[in-house]
């Protein structure tokens, strides 16, 4: 099956810098990587999701990237801030084929990601 | 529009009892999946099920089982409970379950087995 290795699993930042979160998968089926964010005592929240047919995407501060031939995809969060301090998860799903069904997400293992002040 | 809700939120059980989770999805999805997280394996898949029908399951024991309702609210049992069933138990849930769909994640529920 799929294995999605996360690193780093701690990253602690000045506030203003920029954070950068990187991912690897296993399985070349894998076709949608999204990003997800889980704060203390609440259920894991999705802050951005890429395709495997596109290489970017952007949305405000947060960033993804994309390297299908490599297998690996990355976080990127600029202008850090307090609020974004959590524990952030990438995980990976293979596209539903004929017969469908949701095949799961497999996650990573997590980041906690902490801001300095 | 609500978002997805899980109860109990908390629990405490001993060894050898059966526990039931509850979980509705947000209004008009039909699939719900289930996840186990703890410290030392993250998150786990766990199955899935779209109109009353599981059509995926990871690799976990017999013991977890679940159900979906014609409403599409689901619940998961897990029977004969071990200590390291200890977890938070979330619910996710999308509107057909594709594989490339959002999941929205509840808040979950802390099961803690003595």
């Known amino acids: 099956g799929e294995n999605v290795e996360q690193h780093p699993s701690t990253l602690s930042v000045q506030e203003g810098d920029s954070a950068v979160i990187k991912c690897t998968y296993s399985?070349?089926?894998?076709?949608?990587f999204p990003w997800y964010k889980q704060e203390l005592g609440k259920g894991p929240q999705l802050i951005i999701d890429?395709?495997?047919?596109?290489g970017e995407k952007k949305d405000q501060r947060i960033a993804v990237t994309l390297n299908k031939t490599a297998k690996h995809f990355s976080l990127h969060i600029t202008e850090t801030q307090p609020e974004d301090s959590a524990v952030y998860f990438c995980?990976?799903?293979?596209?539903?084929?004929?017969?469908?069904?949701?095949?799961?997400?497999?996650f990573g293992k997590g980041t906690h990601l902490i801001i300095q002040p | 529009k609500a978002g997805v809700t899980q109860t109990p939120r908390y629990l405490i059980k001993t060894r050898g009892q059966q526990v039931t989770l509850s979980c509705s999805p947000i209004?008009?999805?039909?699939?719900v999946s289930w996840y186990q997280q703890t410290p030392g394996q993250g998150l786990q898949f766990l199955f899935e099920?779209?109109?009353?029908?599981?059509?995926n399951k990871g690799n976990f024991p017999g013991r977890f089982s679940g159900r979906q309702f014609s409403n599409s609210r689901s619940e998961m049992n897990v029977s004969t409970l071990e200590l390291g069933d200890s977890a938070l138990y979330l619910c996710?849930?999308?509107?057909?379950?594709?594989?490339?769909?959002?999941?929205?994640f509840g808040p979950g529920t802390r099961l803690l087995v003595l």
């Open positions: 996710a849930s999308s509107f057909r379950g594709d594989s490339q769909e959002t999941q929205y």
């Open positions: 399985d070349s089926a894998s076709n949608y």
């Open positions: 890429i395709r495997s047919n596109v």
């Open positions: 995980a990976a799903s293979i596209g539903a084929y004929s017969g469908g069904g949701a095949d799961g997400l497999t």
């Open positions: 209004s008009g999805h039909r699939s």
């Open positions: 099920y779209f109109s009353e029908t599981q059509r």
